[in-house]
Each structure stands twice: as structure tokens, then as C-alpha cells.
């Protein structure tokens, strides 16, 4: 019996001494269950996991939506739709939700425009210094809009950067400075966003021209189609999926960003309208309900989407078929194509360029550059009461969250994947809708379940916000981490599993010794982009951090933008230091996902 003693040495002849006598079966061992199983179907490994991640999804996902859904539509007991037509009907409402879809429209069309390109020629072509450029694509990433719109707003003020090359190639002058966020505040929205969201959209664009069938251009190309024709009739037809998912958390991305708007001070849109009515939420219905219109416009958006497209399938040839030869471009194509990504790079990293800029300026004005330059803030920024604290709260905030994804992201991902549960599919679903859901409608959601007398009214953030920050960021960031585990298990034979398993090895140590350790380059990819983007969310953060001592970074950033005298400047400084952070950490994820990276902003 001393085989036994190790959990993962088990059944039959395994661990018997040599000349020994084989091990007879327990009378009647035909009808007893095998180890570690149960006759109780809801007792099954991955059938109580299933229970127990939709429990948690049901009341701290599932509820807040509907609790806003509840005070959008009900008053007094009785179903009303009053309230709900009341926002079509007033004015500042219907101002902001129109200016939300115009931000949401533009800045997806803007992305799509110089996106497609460039994934098309990193998909088809080779030249010099593609691999660099390719990895270059996704600095953007590495800060915030929120953060980014620091720089923005440096360059473009009246006496900013822009007007000072304007009056330096004399096209203006000093006495009448053209104010480019008074007049054009929109349209710095849109680039403010567009610089920052357009690699989700060149990943999942990149991600579809790579799964093409290279035979059916061929075909095309064979029968005298041209190279339009061909894209258009063959090529855009079978990546439009691709292209409608990442243009999908594009648009509701736009549409309901909270932090560039309020950076910029343009407040005629919903998301700051609802940030403004979180303080009488605990007695005017109008926030539920433009809140609730918010949420039925991406829901509706993410609907259109899965039904549109998520059941179109072409018929490709299967895995081992013929890859595709790229292209290699030469003298003038190749140096064009070069500078196209440079081009783009250039200017996704002006917003960055700016934060840097400002934070090392003693004085910036009226000048391109700052006249006098200082590295002090840095010190001051990491010195300073307010950003301290909230380094250290950010750090706890996030570290908290990832803990959580990981254990519900390897639980999911080990169902979905190894498990033969009927319902596994939609729990994958369930995972990623997350990506489908505003922020900024989460939070609110969470802040009126906490409303006396609500399921979470011990949780109040108006007290202490940790628990549902946590919670939060883990619920906005595991779609990342169940995309990285799910990669890892398909790409992970099953037969180590299966002999663990064989030995008598009980379902969590087969995961804990021989599954983790087998993905765990996905999960330190997955861990280090939910944890980055954690450090830096933006909606949760400004809505349910109230008291300056619970702050995140993004909400010190925030009060810090306020005040006057040097708060910009320290503000900078900061940002800098989360771009750095943030920078190594989707660096280092990309570089252990490879061409997966796209797969975690995919619905």
C-alpha cells in the first residue's frame, strides 16, 4: 500500500515492486465510481467550477447591470419606461448621447482607416525593419488617453507647441492665438483616442489576414482578378469578423471613455454626464436611466456583432496546409512601406512625447520646446503625500485582482478547454463579455448596489472602495487571462494530464504540478497585461475611489491635473512613471504571446 501514500502515484501496477504480484481489483470494483469522481453530476470537478464562476459573475457582474437596469425601469414598485424617454427628451441628455456616438464613430472609422493598411502590409509583405516596426505598433498601449491628453493639451493650448510653430512659420500671431480645444476640442478627442486604440484594431485585422485562406486569392488571382479585386471581393468579405470584433471594443470603448473628456473638459457627453449624477444617485432616477441607455447601446452593438458575424464561417483548408509566402519588397516599395509605420508610430507617440516633455519643463510657453528643463519633478511626483500613497494603493489594488483572474482564469480555461461540459461554451461566452461592458456602467452599477439597504451595502466605497476595486479590476481584466490560458491548453498536449491522472493523481494537483507549470508563460502574458491595465484603469478608479487616502493612481492623476501651480507637472511626471511600468509589461507579454496578443481584445 505504500504506492498510495503520494497522491499522484496510483492505480494497477503503477509503483509495484519488480516480481511482484500484480494488484487484484476490490471485489465488486466494477460498480464502484472511479477515483476522485463523484455519482453527483453537480459534485464534478468541472460542474462545480462552472457553478461557482457563475455565481460570482451573477452578483458581481450580472446584478449591478441589472440593478441598473431596475432603477432605470422601475419606480415606486411599478414597470416605467418614463424615465428612460425622459433622457430622449432633454436636451443636455440627447447633446451628450450624440456627442458620445459622434467620438464613437469617428475615432473607430479613424482607426479602421490607418489600421487595415498597415495589417495588410504586415500580413503580405516583407521589408526592412518590419519586426522592429510591428513591435513599435503597440507603444501606444502603453498609456492611457486619459494620461496622454496631458501632452495633447500642452501642444495644442493657445500658447502651446502647435501655435508656436504656427507663428514660427509665420501663419499667426501672438495677439491672436487659434485655440485649437475650444474650437476643435472633438476632433482632439478623437486623436487623443484613435493614437491609443488602433493597435486593438490592427491586432484582431492582422490576426484575420493571417487565418486567410491563401487558395481562394490564388483562385481569384488565377481566373484574372486584379490585386483590388481581389481584396475587395475575396480578401475584405472573409476578414470582415476580424475587423467588425476589433471595431466592436473600439466603438464602445469611444463611446463610453470617461477620463480624455474630462481631461479636456468637454462634458457634453454621457460619460461625464454620469460621472456628475453619481452624487444623487440615492435619489434621482435620470443617472439609472442614462446609464441604462448607455448600457442597451453597447449591448445592442455587441449583439449586432455576435449575430452578424459571429456565426459567419468560411471554409478554409485545414491546419498543415500550404502557409503564405509573403512578398519581399524592394528599393522605393520597401522604404515606402517602412514609412508608413513610421509615420504612424510618429505620431501615436506625440501624446507620449508631450507627458515626457512637460514633465521635465521648468517653463513651456510659447515656445516648441520647454525653455528651461528640470528632472526635479520625478523626485517630487514619487515624494509627494497624494502620489505615494496611491502608488502603493494601485499596487495592492491590482496585485489583488490578478490573484483572483488567475485563479477564475485557469479554472475557466481548464473547463472550457479539457472538459466535456455542455454548457463550457457558454461560459467561455460569460468570461469575455466583460470586454462588451462599459466601465464607467460597472462602476456606477456597483456604486447603487452599495446603497443602503443593497445587497453590498457593507461594501460602500464612499468608506473603503478596496473591495470593490478589487473586484472591479478583476472582472474588467479577466477576459485577458482566460484568453492567455485557453491559448496555452490548446496548444498543450493533454497526454501528461491524462497520465497524472492515470496514477491516481486528484484533479487539483494534476493542475497545480503538471498543467500550470506547462502554460505558464501564458499565464506571466496574461498576469502582466491584467495587472498593467489595472495599474492604470481609468473609469472604475475615478468613480469608486472617493476618499483621497483609497486613491489609485488614476484618480491622484486626476486631483493632481486640478490643482494649479505645479499639480500638471507632477501629474506628468507620474504618468511617466506608470508609462515606463506599463511599457515593460505589455513588452514582455507580447514577447510570450507572440501573434496571439490579438486574441485578448477579441469578444
Request: overall charge positive; some cysteine.
Amino acid at each position: 500500500m505504500e504506492e498510495w501514500k503520494d497522491g499522484c502515484v496510483g492505480e494497477g501496477n503503477a509503483g509495484r515492486p519488480a516480481g511482484s504480484s500484480p494488484a487484484l481489483p476490490p471485489p465488486h470494483s466494477s460498480a464502484l465510481p472511479p477515483p476522485h469522481s463523484s455519482t453527483l453530476p453537480f459534485l464534478r470537478p468541472a460542474t462545480f467550477i462552472g457553478l461557482a464562476t457563475f455565481a460570482f459573475f451573477g452578483v458581481f457582474f450580472l446584478c449591478p447591470l441589472l440593478q441598473t437596469l431596475r432603477g432605470g425601469f422601475l419606480h415606486q414598485g411599478r414597470v416605467t419606461a418614463a424615465f428612460v424617454l425622459e433622457v430622449f427628451r432633454n436636451p443636455t441628455y440627447v447633446e451628450g448621447l450624440r456627442n458620445s456616438l459622434g467620438l464613437a464613430v469617428a475615432t473607430t472609422l479613424v482607426v479602421a482607416l490607418f489600421s487595415i493598411p498597415l495589417a495588410y502590409l504586415a500580413t503580405r509583405y516583407d521589408f526592412p525593419g518590419k519586426a522592429l516596426l510591428g513591435g513599435l505598433i503597440l507603444v501606444p498601449m502603453i498609456l492611457p488617453p486619459f494620461v496622454g491628453a496631458i501632452g495633447v493639451r500642452q501642444m495644442l493650448g493657445q500658447y502651446g507647441a502647435v501655435n508656436a510653430l504656427w507663428v514660427k512659420l509665420g501663419l499667426m500671431d501672438w495677439a491672436r492665438p487659434f485655440d485649437w480645444l475650444g474650437e476643435g476640442r472633438f476632433w482632439a478627442i478623437v486623436a487623443t483616442q484613435s493614437l491609443y486604440l488602433y493597435p486593438i484594431f490592427y491586432l484582431n485585422a492582422s490576426a484575420a489576414l493571417s487565418n486567410v485562406d491563401p487558395a481562394m486569392e490564388e483562385a481569384a488571382q488565377n481566373l484574372g482578378g486584379t490585386a483590388a479585386g481581389r481584396f475587395f471581393r475575396i480578401t475584405l468579405p472573409l476578414i470582415t469578423p476580424g475587423l467588425f470584433a476589433g471595431g466592436t471594443i473600439v466603438f464602445i470603448w469611444a463611446f463610453t471613455e470617461l477620463g480624455t473628456p474630462l481631461m479636456f473638459d468637454y462634458t457634453r457627453v454621457a460619460s461625464v454626464q454620469i460621472f456628475d449624477g453619481i452624487k444623487d444617485i440615492g435619489r434621482n432616477p435620470f443617472p439609472y436611466a442614462l446609464v441604462t441607455v448607455v448600457l442597451l447601446v453597447s449591448a445592442g452593438t455587441y449583439t449586432m456583432s455576435k449575430l452578424v458575424f459571429g456565426r459567419r464561417a468560411f471554409a478554409m483548408l485545414a491546419k498543415g496546409g500550404q502557409a503564405r509566402q509573403t512578398v519581399r519588397l524592394r528599393g522605393g516599395r520597401a522604404l515606402l512601406a517602412s514609412l508608413l509605420f513610421v509615420l504612424l508610430f510618429g505620431l501615436a507617440v506625440l501624446p507620449h512625447v508631450g507627458v515626457v516633455l512637460t514633465s521635465l519643463s521648468r517653463s513651456w510657453y510659447r515656445s516648441l520646446w520647454p525653455a528651461a528643463w528640470t528632472g526635479q519633478h520625478y523626485l517630487s511626483a514619487l515624494g509627494h503625500g497624494l502620489t505615494l500613497s496611491s502608488i502603493r494603493n494601485s499596487l495592492g489594488y491590482a496585485s489583488l485582482a490578478v490573484g483572483l483572474d488567475l485563479l477564475l482564469g485557469i479554472a475557466i480555461g481548464t473547463v472550457v478547454v479539457r472538459s466535456r461540459l455542455r454548457w463550457r461554451g457558454l461560459l467561455d461566452a460569460m468570461a469575455m463579455l466583460p470586454l462588451a461592458v462599459p466601465g464607467i456602467v460597472l462602476a456606477f452599477g456597483y456604486v447603487a448596489m452599495s446603497q443602503p439597504g443593497r445587497l453590498l451595502a457593507g461594501l460602500d466605497p464612499s468608506q473603503n472602495p478596496t473591495v470593490l476595486l478589487v473586484i472591479a479590476y478583476a472582472v474588467r481584466r479577466l477576459p485577458y487571462v482566460v484568453r492567455s490560458v485557453v491559448a496555452g491548453l490548446q496548444q498543450t498536449s493533454e497526454v501528461f494530464e491524462e497520465a497524472a491522472r492515470n496514477l491516481g493523481c486528484p484533479p487539483w494537483r494534476t493542475t497545480c504540478r503538471i498543467t500550470i507549470p506547462l502554460i505558464s508563460a501564458n499565464l506571466i502574458a496574461g498576469a502582466l497585461l491584467a495587472f498593467s491595465f489595472a495599474m492604470l484603469e481609468v473609469s472604475d478608479s475615478l468613480v469608486l475611489a472617493q476618499k483621497q487616502m483609497y486613491f489609485p493612481i488614476t484618480k491622484a492623476l486626476f486631483e493632481l491635473v486640478q490643482l494649479l501651480g505645479e499639480g500638471r507637472l507632477l501629474a506628468s511626471a507620474l504618468g511617466t512613471w506608470g508609462m515606463v511600468f506599463l511599457a515593460i509589461t505589455i513588452l514582455g507579454a507580447s514577447s510570450l504571446l507572440g501573434k496571439r496578443m490579438g486574441a485578448l481584445f477579441r469578444i
